[in-house]
């Protein structure tokens, strides 16, 4: 550990972000609102998060020599995304402070390791089963189908990787399209809604969540967040707990985004409040969690900062109700000259415009 690391890091502070990418953009310029000052390290010179401070460095996510320069320049070392070498993050650890840790970076980069994890945490989940041969995903089939899903256990995000399948034919078949990557077979959940809870933890065990939002999907990739979620009080604070449960099992500190499926209660039980399963987590400031930033005084991207510089976490109390909408691919084109009153447009500035790339994101005041 750097002997810079600090109970709490005083305003000036230099603040690393391993990634280049919208989330390390929005999170330099909350960091640069409370006094502290950004290095952003990324292999691609076109990081749209370089825009927003003058200090970067640009080389590959494993090159020693330079993870050692960013390190020692830096108070506190933080990340935007969990598709990083977790070596990188261990040898970062060796010379400064990272937070989150790689602890629970290496869990959520592994489905299997991240449902080992949560089971162990007493947290309610899909059945899902490793698969390594084509025998493992016949036995995993016949216990969990008739309707699965596959799924590479690594980098694996807005769809990619992972197959439904309805029969064993169609496992076989998805298993020889993912066969190259370690892979695990989920019980398909026909949810009734998913929602998502944005919460934050401090060194010293602070713990503050922002209200759950209901998300909408298309094509795999989110294009709504809404607040305030359709559901229940009952149903908020069970995943608020659940959220909690999870920050603290970790002994994390930052922003997590923990993803939820709800589904109806078993006519047979006793218990009939929604069910509750949680999908995945992620150990970063979420796109889910986008809409804070109309509809907070303190949103995520601050929350995390003042997280991991141990400073008081802000008040995420919501006052008013917001839809975050990405902008996907050429949904960017002209969208500056559409904007009406109440909408609260954030700009990525990605140069180059891909099918299936979230390019912005506008935040919709309704009430």
Not at 3 to 24: F, R, V, Y
Not at 91 to 104: G, H, K, Q, W, Y
Not at 168 to 179: C, I, S
Not at 209 to 231: G, M, R, V
Request: net charge neutral; proline share 5%.
């Amino acid at each position: 550990m750097s002997e810079k690391t600090q109970k709490m890091l005083p305003i000036g502070s230099t603040i690393g972000i391993i990634g280049g990418g919208q989330l390390g953009r929005m999170l330099a310029l909350s960091a640069a609102q409370l006094g502290m000052k950004t290095i952003i390290f990324c292999p691609d010179e076109n990081s749209p998060a370089f825009d927003v401070t003058p200090n970067k460095i640009i080389a590959p996510y494993d090159d020693e020599n330079a993870l050692t320069k960013f390190a020692n320049s830096c108070d506190i070392i933080t990340f935007e995304f969990e598709n990083l070498p977790a070596k990188s993050i261990k040898f970062l650890e060796s010379i400064s402070s990272v937070s989150p840790d790689s602890r629970a970076l290496f869990i959520s980069q592994d489905r299997i390791k991240e449902k080992e994890f949560l089971l162990r945490s007493d947290i309610n989940i899909a059945s899902f089963a490793p698969v390594n041969s084509i025998e493992d995903l016949e036995k995993a089939y016949l216990k969990i189908g008739p309707k699965a899903v596959l799924k590479t256990t690594r980098m694996g995000y807005d769809g990619k990787g992972q197959r439904i399948v309805s029969s064993l034919e169609m496992a076989k078949q998805a298993y020889e399209e993912l066969k190259n990557s370690e892979l695990v077979l989920e019980k398909f959940i026909p949810f009734e809604r998913e929602i998502s809870v944005v919460i934050a933890r401090n060194k010293d065990g602070q713990v503050r969540d922002f209200e759950p939002a209901e998300n909408i999907h298309e094509n795999h990739i989110l294009k709504t967040s809404t607040i305030p979620a359709n559901i229940d009080n009952i149903t908020a604070k069970r995943a608020s707990r659940i959220a909690q449960q999870i920050v603290g099992s970790l002994n994390y500190v930052g922003v997590l985004g923990v993803e939820f499926f709800i589904t109806s209660a078993d006519p047979k039980s006793a218990d009939q409040n929604p069910i509750l399963l949680v999908n995945e987590i992620a150990p970063r400031v979420h796109n889910s969690g986008h809409w804070t930033q109309a509809g907070c005084i303190t949103d995520q991207f601050e929350q995390h900062i003042r997280a991991i510089c141990n400073w008081p976490l802000g008040d995420p109390t919501r006052y008013c109700d917001v839809v975050m909408e990405n902008l996907i691919g050429d949904e960017i084109i002209d969208a500056h000259k559409n904007l009406k009153s109440g909408v609260q447009p954030h700009f990525y500035g990605k140069k180059q415009i891909r099918e299936g790339r979230k390019m912005a994101h506008l935040n919709i005041v309704t009430k």
